[in-house]
T-cell receptor, first 112, second 113 residues
Framework: GESVGLHLPTLSVQEGDNSIINCAYS??????FIWYKQESGKGPQFIIDIRSNMDKRQGQRVTVLLNKTVKHLSLQIAATQPGDSAVYFC???????????FGTGTRLKVLA | NAGVTQTPKFQVLKTGQSMTLQCAQD?????MSWYRQDPGMGLRLIHY???????DQGEVPNGYNVSRSTTEDFPLRLLSAAPSQTSVYFC????????????FGEGSRLTVL
């Protein structure tokens, strides 16, 4: 909901520009990573995931980069659109378990 | 395609009252889970289940009970609500063979006075 996002870091980008959202993950043993998008008042929606044996994966207008050396994950959104305005957060998981660690999120604001 | 359905969307309780948040999924997912979302914090796992009759605790289980009598349903019970349980609750599911994508419901906003 809206109140959840009040204290989040915010990234403001012009419509049409590329966006880069960053995430530091916590467990060096995590072997898969996921990006979610959450619009105001809605549940999180899956965007893209990546396994630890990869360092880059591309989807439609999105690219996820994984740097295991510094435990860093990034989400790149090409040609950002107003509909991309939302809170984005990463999650890390370990295969064989059923638990995920979720980041706190970044609010993306797209300026017209 | 309904996906994950949560009810109610909003609820106000008084301290000490009990209630159940309902969650149903129509994707035949073995794994179902409940999270709470609070300002400034990531989603935190309350309880989860990997199949009918099987439940386990997550990160913040105290004050909550769950059961899994069918594949489709995974209700979350608050036996004696406390103001600290004011939060937005999300139910999520996935197939056991899929390590990544969780399908989330739309959330249930609970306020405990």
């Amino acid at each position: 909901g809206e109140s959840v996002g009040l204290h989040l870091p915010t990234l403001s980008v012009q419509e049409g520009d590329n966006s880069i959202i960053n995430c530091a993950y916590s467990n060096s043993a995590s072997d898969y990573f996921i990006w979610y998008k959450q619009e105001s008042g809605k549940g999180p929606q899956f965007i893209i995931d990546i396994r630890s044996n990869m360092d880059k994966r591309q989807g439609q207008r999105v690219t996820v980069l994984l740097n295991k050396t510094v435990k860093h994950l990034s989400l790149q959104i090409a040609a950002t659109q107003p509909g991309d305005s939302a809170v984005y957060f990463c999650a890390e998981g370990l295969a064989g378990t059923y638990k995920y660690i979720f980041g706190t999120g970044t609010r993306l604001k797209v300026l017209a | 395609n309904a996906g994950v359905t949560q009810t109610p969307k909003f609820q106000v309780l008084k301290t000490g009252q009990s209630m159940t948040l309902q969650c149903a999924q129509d994707m035949n997912h073995e794994y179902m889970s409940w999270y709470r979302q609070d300002p400034g914090m990531g989603l935190r796992l309350i309880h989860y289940s990997v199949g009918a009759g099987i439940t386990d605790q997550g990160e913040v289980p105290n004050g909550y009970n769950v059961s899994r009598s069918t594949t489709e349903d995974f209700p979350l019970r608050l036996l004696s609500a406390a103001p600290s349980q004011t939060s937005v609750y999300f139910c999520a599911s996935r197939g056991l063979s899929n390590t990544g994508e969780l399908f989330f419901g739309e959330g249930s906003r609970l306020t405990v006075l």
